[in-house]
């Protein structure tokens, strides 16, 4: 068997959600992400960082591309919540627990990981666990 080629990281992350007005609110509004794209009834895309979050309706997504479609994405979405997870300086932990809260965003978990590193979880009006974290959490 060979090695793969080397990669270079994450590009995208998607999750999920049937509201998309709400999803852009929400990414924008509360937590800062400049949207980048959006097709209404289907997706809206953030940038992240250099990382960009792509918030999809399943159903949409998961229509096959037509056959002279000029972007052939093949179909995708899934069921249920999901997981995206935010990489922020530790010392601006405190700050987003204030800036959730303040926003009326509940905080689900707020701990210190055993290896180190910190995360806060909450959720996105479309029911995903969303984590805030300092990037020690995986040193």
Not at 68 to 96: N, Y
Request: with cysteine.
């Amino acid at each position: 068997m060979t090695q793969p080629p080397s990669l270079i990281g994450t590009l995208e992350s998607a999750l999920y959600a049937e509201d998309l007005d709400g999803a852009a609110r929400f990414w924008t509004g509360v937590i800062g992400l400049s949207e980048i794209a959006r097709v209404p009834g289907r997706h809206v895309f953030f940038r992240c960082g250099t990382q960009v979050l792509l918030v999809f309706r399943a159903s949409a997504t998961r229509i096959p591309p037509k056959p002279d479609a000029r972007l052939p994405v093949p179909p995708h979405g899934s069921e249920g919540p999901g997981h995206f997870c935010i990489a922020a300086r530790p010392d601006s932990l405190d700050a987003w627990r204030a800036h959730l809260e303040a926003s009326e965003v509940e905080i689900e978990a707020d701990f210190t990981w055993p290896q180190g590193g910190r995360s806060l979880y909450f959720r996105d009006p479309a029911g995903n666990s969303i984590e805030i974290a300092d990037p020690a959490i995986w040193d």
